[in-house]
């Protein structure tokens, strides 16, 4: 069903939990789309159901083009409105769904069309980009018809997960895992004082919190009870230097690279439990 969507213009012309490691843990691997992954309220057996309109990506690249993606709930079913604005301002206006299978090569898909009819099709890619926006959080690659364009594009939401600042906090989670035995993610990071502050989980169920100094050396390490739990703790959690397989442990992960596609990591968004859920 088409949405009646305002300024439209023709030919686009901008060219452009369980553990992750050897196991599954003990939850069966759901291969459903993440709840997680975007602004939706936990579901394990019915469509993902957004909660707020204001979730969605602002987009932007060198040579002009702007645009906005916006997620909107229609009768339980995540729709995506596309409005892309070429060097001149003049909009082009789509309306997209999630592809299938979800995080496919762990990367977020989208396809559509224009109110015309014209194809399109929109990936993002989790890394540091850095054309557009005070905290890119994705590579942008999107094509209309027979154009295609590149940019950068940052995630909005309610909540801003500690994952944007990934990139902030990578030397201060190197020096942590190297604190701790038989690391297996990274369920959290964040300032502390003048430092960092690094929560991990061992392939053995156990949680750790390492700090460190405002020169990146490690200042202390600790074990954590398992009912201290900081608020977005694990929504996602993140796995150094790899990507498993999709619903391992009950979690879809999207991989994070460098522009030249080197492999940073991976967030795993926990399809099971949803945000809030356990962190373990």
Known sequence: ????????????????????????????????????AFDYAPSRDEAPRITSSRFGYDLAGENGWSGEMRFIDEGGEPVIVLTLYGPDGAPTAAELSIDMPYLGNGMRSFSGETNAGVPVHVALQAGPCSTAG???????????????????????????????????????????????????????????????????????????????????????????DPADVLLGEGDPIFVRSDLPPNGQGC?????????????????????????????G
Request: net charge negative; aromatic share 6%; proline share 3%.
């Open 134 to 224: 005070a905290q890119p959080t994705h590579y942008a690659s999107i094509e209309v018809g027979a154009s295609a364009m590149e940019g950068c594009a940052s995630e909005n939401a309610e909540t801003e997960r500690w994952s944007r600042g990934l990139m902030g906090y990578l030397s201060a989670i190197d020096s942590c895992s190297r604190e701790v035995a038989d690391v297996d993610h990274i369920t959290m990071a964040q300032p502390s004082g003048g430092g960092t502050g690094v929560r991990i989980a061992d392939r053995d169920g156990r949680r750790w919190e390492c700090t460190t100094r405002s020169d990146g050396t490690v200042n202390a390490v600790r074990t954590l």
């Open 251 to 279: 979690y879809a992960y999207e991989a994070v690279r460098y522009a030249d596609g080197r492999l940073i990591g991976a967030f795993g968004y926990d399809t099971c439990i949803g945000p809030g859920g356990a962190v």
């Open 1 to 36: 069903m088409k949405h009646a969507i305002a300024a439209i213009v023709a030919g686009l012309t901008v060219t452009a939990c369980a553990t992750t490691g050897s196991s599954t843990g003990d939850r069966a691997a759901m291969p459903a789309p993440a709840t997680a």
